[in-house]
């Protein structure tokens, strides 16, 4: 599709966007079984409900925007769900809590993409005059912003204090250790604590 205007802009951005979170569902089950760490996990499967939601939310814009629902399959989601993958394929060797760790680091390059993404085509509607496909993504926005959140909290509480301990995951937050849970999960950490 040519770019002629901003609302093009717009519509290539909103499809790279759903191609990205439909490679996301099908990411999130195997970062939540190779987490070790039941909150890690559990943040995990919500995301992944989560997501579906968006996915429905980026179809109520495609209706506001006037065009069929259409993915324009998302390159740089691609990549960062390799290197996620990547973790997956040295599971074995890693110690569980540096492996929820490495997972929240991954999962927060992806919240972080999604973030700056949301923004762009939250400002690109608005502009627009799509105030409320701007809404719906907003609301989008504000999700993955959260989800960003939630993830430097379990990294900053306790995952990253166990993975520099060399601390088998699956401990509660409430300073236990051990109890290495046999569910494998996929988490991110928090390079920055941010």
Not at 6 to 19: C, F, G, K, T
Not at 114 to 122: D, K, Q
Not at 133 to 151: C, F, G, W, Y
């Given at each position: 599709m040519p770019?002629?205007?901003?609302?093009?802009?717009?519509?290539?951005?909103?499809?790279?966007?759903?191609?990205?979170?439909k490679q996301i569902t099908k990411a999130l089950?195997?970062?939540?079984?190779?987490a070790t760490e039941p909150e890690l996990t559990a943040a995990f499967e919500k995301h992944l409900e989560e997501t579906k939601g968006q996915i429905e939310l980026l179809d109520q814009v495609?209706?506001?925007l006037g065009v069929t629902p259409r993915a324009k399959f998302c390159k740089g989601m691609e990549g960062l769900l390799a290197e996620g993958a990547e973790l997956l394929e040295e599971q074995e060797k890693a110690?569980?809590?540096?492996?929820?760790?490495?997972l929240i680091a991954a999962a927060q390059k992806v919240e972080h993409y999604?973030?700056?993404?949301?923004?762009?085509?939250?400002s690109y509607a608005e502009q627009c005059g799509f105030n409320d496909?701007?809404?719906?993504?907003?609301?989008?926005?504000?999700?993955?912003?959260?989800?960003?959140?939630?993830?430097t909290k379990l990294a900053t509480t306790f995952v990253n204090k166990?993975?520099?301990?060399?601390?088998?995951?699956?401990?509660?937050t409430k300073g236990q250790t051990g109890g290495s849970s046999t569910k494998g999960q996929i988490g991110s950490t928090s390079t920055a604590g941010a």
């Open positions: 770019l002629k205007n901003l609302n093009d802009l717009l519509i290539q951005e909103v499809r790279d966007l759903y191609s990205a979170e089950p195997k970062m939540a079984k190779a495609f209706g506001i110690e569980p809590a540096v492996l929820d760790a490495a999604e973030i700056a993404s949301y923004g762009t085509v939250r496909a701007a809404k719906l993504l907003q609301q989008i926005l504000d999700q993955e912003s959260m989800t960003n959140e939630n993830l166990q993975a520099e301990q060399g601390q088998t995951g699956g401990s509660s």
